[in-house]
T-cell receptor
Framework: LAKTTQPISMDSYEGQEVNITCSHN???????ITWYQQFPSQGPRFIIQ???TKVTNEVASLFIPADRKSSTLSLPRVSLSDTAVYYC?????????????FGTGTRLTVIP | GAVVSQHPSRVICKSGTSVKIECRSL??????MFWYRQFPKKSLMLMAT?????????EQGVEKDKFLINHASLTLSTLTVTSAHPEDSSFYIC???????????FGNGTRLTVT
């Protein structure tokens, strides 16, 4: 199983860029890397998904090195409303959604 | 985009009663859905995989007779907490995935309180 490891917590000031790195040393060839945001008493919300190199959408960027053993979620210019827990999840490709075990997540606190 | 709906969002029940939680995929068919449990300030813990038309697969330590899962159609899975006890109080979250390489989407969770 591609177990994931993330920092337990991070603090950042408003307006700064935040980078959260996740290690997944045992990632398989068909696995994708997905990041989620979770607020208290809500289900995780999809942020971004990638397979390799760089993916960018309207809220974040995801950087994946060539060996795919880690990934970095980049949140540009965070605001107070970005305070949440962020999880990376390694999910199997078309053959099935295996590896659905969440790690600890990273609790991001944005400070005014 | 793909959306997963979960109902109810919160429920309070008395010890010994049973509670059913529904999970629906709104715009796609899901042959597989997943049920998680989350305690305060903890990560999500996978309880079981719900398979349409067949038995659910439970993770180690999860009592299948306690947490009954039914996946009778391609858009609906239900989790029934039977003979609930206060220690079953938790946040239950379901998820499903549109076939292919699309991401896993989650419901908004159900806060169960057993008194």
């Amino acid at each position: 199983l591609a177990k994931t490891t993330q920092p337990i917590s991070m603090d950042s000031y408003e307006g700064q860029e935040v980078n959260i790195t996740c290690s997944h040393n045992n990632i398989a060839t068909n696995d994708y890397i997905t990041w989620y945001q979770q607020f208290p008493s809500q289900g995780p919300r999809f942020i971004i998904q990638g397979y390799k190199t760089k993916v960018t959408n309207e809220v974040a960027s995801l950087f994946i090195p060539a060996d795919r053993k880690s990934s970095t979620l980049s949140l540009p210019r965070v605001s107070l409303s970005d305070t949440a827990v962020y999880y990376c999840l390694v999910v199997g490709g078309q053959t099935g959604a295996n590896n659905l075990f969440f790690g600890t997540g990273t609790r991001l606190t944005v400070i005014p | 985009g793909a959306v997963v709906s979960q109902h109810p969002s919160r429920v309070i029940c008395k010890s010994g009663t049973s509670v059913k939680i529904e999970c629906r995929s709104l715009d796609f068919q899901a042959t597989t859905m997943f049920w998680y449990r989350q305690f305060p300030k903890k990560s999500l813990m996978l309880m079981a995989t719900s398979n349409e038309g067949s038995k659910a697969t439970y993770e180690q330590g999860v009592e299948k007779d306690k947490f009954l899962i039914n996946h009778a159609s391609l858009t609906l899975s239900t989790l029934t907490v039977t003979s609930a006890h206060p220690e079953d109080s938790s946040f239950y979250i379901c998820s499903a995935r549109d076939p292919g390489n699309s991401p896993l989407h989650f419901g908004n969770g159900t806060r169960l309180t057993v008194t």
